[in-house]
């Protein structure tokens, strides 16, 4: 591993992530990607700075998810810098603490997350944090979305008689692939909803979930659900979510390029068991009256990143559905 500076020991590296256990002008702290999600590589450590970069791992281009935990055994404030990419956004990281003890506890030990403020920008390229001795925070590009949190979601409505949750089908990596259905099991009208065929967009997470608290607490939007069966698949990839792979790109290719007709060239056979399932389903229903696949394909800034908008622009759309991305 290369690693510049004073980083005392990669504890452990594992398909889970790594361990990094680092010293600091005032002390030790503790690197680590072993979390849901986690994505960092370590470059270089010295004084209050600690230098690291988004791990590419399969995808073919550099891209730009990071997640890392970071614990600090003393009070002490660290200099976070990534001197290969900018990929830190006009509100600072994305961050979340570890809930002291004896407080109560919501999701998990965390605290929700939040953005760490411009205050904490140093700029694109770095960030600094004020730790406290003992404590554990972690930050992130943006607001990660994992499959506890879909979990977390699914549990506050399991009462509702017009919300299941089933298996679709175990990944490579054997974790079992949620479907979310809502509406009546005989509509003879369905629509499809998905999110994270890129495993790092986890901004699309949130778009897809608020979309479903919509239509189970909105009288407009629920009458929907009278007379439509909803499919909904939160994770696309979600080996890759949970790895904290960046999924854009994956080599040969990634999931949301997965969608090939199988035929007779083993080669155009999707790759991955979620799409084939996704694919084996949707069409033996034959037409779906919409489908949307949630995606948040870049970062901040520019013409279009900071609000929605359609890939494609949708030639036969209503004016209604336009007005979903302006
Ligand atoms: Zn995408």
Known sequence: MD?????????????????????????RATLRTTHPGGNGRVVGADGDTIRFEPETRDSSQRWFYWNIDLESQVDQTLRFEFPNDEVVGPRGPAVRTAMPCGEPIGNGAWNDWQWLGADSRIDVTGFRYAFDAGEGAQFALSFPYQRADSDAFAFEYESDPRLTVETLTTTAGGRTVPVVRLGPSDADRH?????????????????????LRELLESEDAGALLETHRFHVYPFGDLDGVERGDQGKHRSPHDHNRDYVNENAITDLSPLYPTTAAVATYLRSHGSIAFALDFHCPYKWGGDINDRPFFVTEPSAASAGLRGLAT
């Open 3 to 27: 690693v510049e500076g004073a980083v005392r020991d990669v504890a452990a590296m594992t398909d889970a992530g790594v361990v990094y256990e680092l010293e600091t002008s005032a002390g």
């Open 191 to 211: 629509v499809a909803l998905a999110a994270r065929h890129h495993a790092c967009e986890s901004t699309a997470s949130y778009a897809l979930e608020g979309a």
